[in-house]
């Protein structure tokens, strides 16, 4: 039987946001404050399109946002319904060395230190699988992802990998609409399982310079 591989989903993603958002004159904490903030654990913001809840998962990280000029270093997590995908994968006929899924769809909440990328992201979701499965496998996922909040959203196309030996590694560039328009947001993950922390920098386009 055809088994999916668990997700590795750390992609990136380029997010947009309104330079009027981002505090500019924040002071860049120093090397004693960063080393404090890496031992806290917080509790990350999550917006949805009805409400912001505070969630009880907790990442280790810069308790605010690193804001240098209109850039901003942000940290945060994502927990996904991979297993209870909300379209899954079709199966194509197995072929003599690969395995092949298709066309699955699956939600994940997005909690972010930076409120302007936490929301609920869409990913659509393309498999190539190599091997005997999770723990003797490679793979290539591809699809889009769509992160969505009160005040805009982030669109991405994204490719990442999976093997046996990483897990999901995956960067991807997204592109923000709404009051994030004429930003990136720019994130990356290596991460086992349906759930992934994320680092990132959002920043204004780089098609407008």
């Known amino acids: ?10 992609l990136l993603v380029v997010a947009g946001c309104t330079a009027s958002s981002v505090d500019t004159t924040t002071v860049l904490p120093s090397d ?16 949805s399109t009805s409400t912001t809840v505070a969630v009880t998962t ?13 850039s901003a270093y942000v940290v945060g997590r994502e927990d996904c319904q991979i297993y209870g995908m909300e379209v899954p994968l079709t199966e194509t006929s197995p072929e003599p060395d690969v395995q092949k899924g298709r066309d699955g769809v699956f939600v994940c909440t997005v909690t ?17 699988r190599w091997g005997t499965g999770p723990q003797n496998g490679n793979m ?11 005040h805009g959203a982030w669109d991405a196309d994204y490719v990442g990998i999976y093997t046996s030996e990483t897990g999901d590694v995956g960067a991807t560039l997204f592109t923000g609409s ?17 759930s992934w922390d ?12």
């Open 140 to 150: 290539v996922q591809w699809g889009t992802i769509r992160i969505e909040n009160d």
């Open 58 to 70: 907790t990442t280790t990280g810069p308790v605010e946002p690193v804001v240098r000029g209109p």
């Open 198 to 209: 994320t680092e990132g920098l959002i920043f204004p386009s780089i098609e407008d310079q």
């Open 1 to 10: 039987m055809n088994r999916v591989y668990p997700l590795m989903m750390g």
């Open 178 to 194: 709404g009051d994030y328009e004429g930003l990136s947001y720019y994130r990356w993950s290596i991460s086992f399982g349906q």
């Open 112 to 128: 972010n230190n930076d409120p302007r990328v936490a929301g609920t992201a869409r990913y659509t979701l393309n498999q190539n």
């Open 32 to 47: 004693e404050s960063r080393a404090v903030a890496a031992e806290k654990t917080f509790a990350l913001t999550s917006t």
